[in-house]
């Protein structure tokens, strides 16, 4: 058995894609070359709103890494690291609306594996109960970040959130949602 086997699998991928010396390819593997400023602009955004800022203390508080890696806008956790994972395109910069509903999908599903009912499902389950409950994490996902927008349009005058989300979602479950919101 090789002495790489108990590493951080993503801190293996990067030494087998990042360039050798002398390439030409300056890519730094797959961690995003400016991750860094990127995680610092969500979660300042995140700051103006009292979700976003549920979501950095839970991460903060349960020393939770966030690694930002290059690829399409995503979010995801891994539990058994412990570790945030957001996809952020190699070309983007700062922080876009996209990368911030990334960063809300990592950390959301962080929380969710503290419910049971929300537990990122195993093969162990019936189909059914397996499809329930990926269903159930997907919408708490978007009601969260729907929630978010909802809070930063009305914190910072800032609507770039909920456009977003009309567009990664269908327009009726946002509207759905933020009817929902209003009335509870």
Do not use: C
Not at 2 to 11: C, I, K, M
Not at 132 to 156: C, M, P
Request: charged content about 25%; proline content about 5%.
């Amino acid at each position: 058995m090789s002495d790489n086997a108990f590493e951080n699998p993503t801190d293996l991928m990067n030494k087998a894609f990042s360039p050798k010396k002398g390439s030409s390819n300056q890519s730094g593997g797959m961690e995003h070359p400016h991750g860094k400023a990127i995680l610092q602009g969500i979660e300042t955004i995140l700051g103006y709103a009292a979700t976003g800022q549920q979501l950095i203390a839970f991460l903060q508080e349960n020393d939770i890494n966030i690694k930002i890696l290059k690829g399409p806008h995503e979010g995801d956790f891994n539990p058994s690291m412990n570790t945030a994972y957001l996809y952020i395109p190699a070309g983007e910069e700062t922080p876009s609306p996209r990368a911030a509903l990334s960063y809300i999908k990592a950390a959301r599903l962080a929380q969710q594996e503290q419910e049971e009912n929300l537990k990122k499902p195993t093969f162990y389950l019936a189909q059914k109960d397996w499809a329930d409950r990926s269903y159930n994490k997907l919408e708490d996902i978007i009601l969260t970040q729907v929630k978010f927008g909802k809070e930063l349009k009305h914190s910072a005058g800032l609507q770039e959130i909920l456009d977003e989300l009309l567009i990664i979602y269908n327009t009726d479950i946002v509207s759905e949602i933020l009817d929902y919101l209003d009335k509870n």
